[in-house]
């Protein structure tokens, strides 16, 4: 048995110290407890301490794509950042994660490289055939959810066509399915881009102009209005646009998600930062910013995670012909910081609801809670502890093979002070050190009516 003593849980003056094994066994009030002198003791003296960060889409690309990710540098990341569980995406490893045999084939590749723990999402390729046998299978395997684009640029992961969402829905209405989509309209991004000016492609205007909010809007209104006629639960991912919110808070079995990209930069930072910046979809206007900033204070956005994607930045980031300019950043390791900095010090938000978008909501999503996301007894004993104390990012410090940040030289307020797995300190400010490997697969257990 440990303990930790005298940490600030929640939104009171009190401080608590939680009695631990791997799992949580007892949370009392500090001023109450009688401390046992022979157990194991970290004193945090009012820091910060929440469940472990849960970071449910990332893109550790790992196994195929290795040169870009891997495991054990993305799972590193994550430990230094707070975050305790990841889900990995199914799309950007090879095979990608579209059947049990390749779930299989891709724990047995990265099982013994995760310094955190991890799930998986399953997948769904536009162009294999639906096949509810291998959903069954995928979901049995412990799959989290199923991953969809509506547009996409990879041969070994499709898009799905409308009409083929529809079927799907339809073979799967009495089925426990969480569906979420990358939603970017193809049609309307094959017309923006014929509509630009010879050489204006290879420009970051270019850029914006080829993935405009309508692209995003279509998408999701075509997704929704399918879902409504066959009540299927749908969860839209990186959200980046006000009206496409707006439409996700129009269906009663939406949730989504949002990114720290979406909610501190825009399209003219683009220009400034652009390799730094460039995801998909790219990030929007003030006003689309202002208004996910709004969401996550009011409870709209159900949760916040990266679509951490790093690369190479000499190699990939760094293309005169913007189009070439590789999409993705990593972000798992700066989450946790930047969204204490930007809400919880602003005052903005409360504790419980910093808990909320940083773990529980995306823990009940996907099937992994109570055993992560919460305090609770019985719960895994996995603890982000943070500290109240300036630093400067450095994108230099990233334990990602991508050495690069939109947030890089600027100031945060909060810092991870420590990082607790199971029981086990994984990371410690003043020891710079990340433990040995000895993150697990956590399977879901999700049913529709948890969340």
């Known amino acids: 048995m440990k303990i930790i003593i005298n940490a600030k849980i929640d939104d009171t003056n009190e401080l608590y110290n939680l009695y631990h094994t791997n799992k949580i066994e007892k949370i009392v009030l500090s001023k109450d407890d009688i401390l046992n002198k022979n157990l194991d003791k970290i004193n945090l003296d009012g820091k910060i301490l929440i469940p472990g960060g849960i970071d449910s889409h990332v893109h550790f690309n790992d196994p195929g794509f290795t040169h870009q990710e891997d495991f054990t540098t993305g799972t590193t990341s994550a430990a230094l950042g707070g975050v305790t569980t990841i889900v990995d995406m199914p799309c950007t490893s090879m095979p990608p994660v579209t059947n049990k045999a390749n779930l299989l084939n891709k724990l047995e590749k990265i099982e013994k490289k995760a310094v955190v723990d991890f799930a998986f999402w399953g997948g769904i390729n536009g162009g294999d055939e639906i096949n509810l046998n291998t959903l069954k299978e995928l979901k049995g395997s412990g799959a989290t959810a199923f991953k969809i684009y509506t547009i996409s640029g990879m041969p ?35 017309s923006s881009i014929n509509n630009l000016t010879t050489g204006e492609e290879k420009t970051v205007d270019g850029y914006l102009k080829s993935r405009p909010t309508l692209a995003e809007t279509e998408s999701i209104k075509s997704i929704i209005d399918i879902a409504k006629k066959y009540n299927t639960k749908v969860h839209i991912v990186h959200i980046s646009s006000k009206e496409g919110l707006e439409l996700v808070e129009s269906y009663k079995y939406a949730t989504s998600e949002t990114c720290p990209h979406y909610l501190e930069f825009t399209e003219s930072d683009l220009h400034t930062l652009k390799g730094r910046l460039k995801t998909a979809p790219v990030v929007k206007s003030e006003n689309d910013k202002m208004y996910l900033r709004e969401s996550v204070i009011n409870g709209k956005i159900d949760f916040i995670v990266t679509d951490h994607a790093g690369t190479n930045y000499e190699k990939n980031k760094l293309s005169e012909d913007f189009s070439k300019v590789y999409n993705g950043i990593p972000g798992t390791q700066f989450m946790i910081p930047y969204l204490f900095t ?18 529980t909501n995306s823990a009940k999503l996907y099937g992994l809670y109570p055993k992560k996301g919460c305090l609770e007894i019985g719960s895994d004993a996995d603890f982000t502890i943070l500290e109240k104390k300036d630093f400067i990012v450095d994108e230099n410090n990233l334990a990602s093979k991508g050495k690069y940040s939109p947030f890089n030289g600027k100031k945060f307020s909060y810092q991870i002070n420590k990082t607790v797995l199971r029981g086990e300190v994984i990371f410690d400010i003043n020891n710079k050190n990340i433990s040995s490997v000895n993150g697990e697969f956590i399977k879901s257990k999700r049913s529709m009516h948890e969340y």
Do not use: C, G, P
């Open 156 to 190: 070994t992961y499709q898009a799905l066509s409308y009409a083929k969402i529809d079927k799907l829905f339809n073979l799967a209405q009495n089925e426990d399915y969480i569906f979420a989509f990358h939603a970017e309209d193809l049609n309307v991004i094959e």
């Open 342 to 359: 930007s809400f919880y010090d602003t005052k903005e938000v409360s504790l419980k609801r910093m808990i909320e978008i940083t773990s």
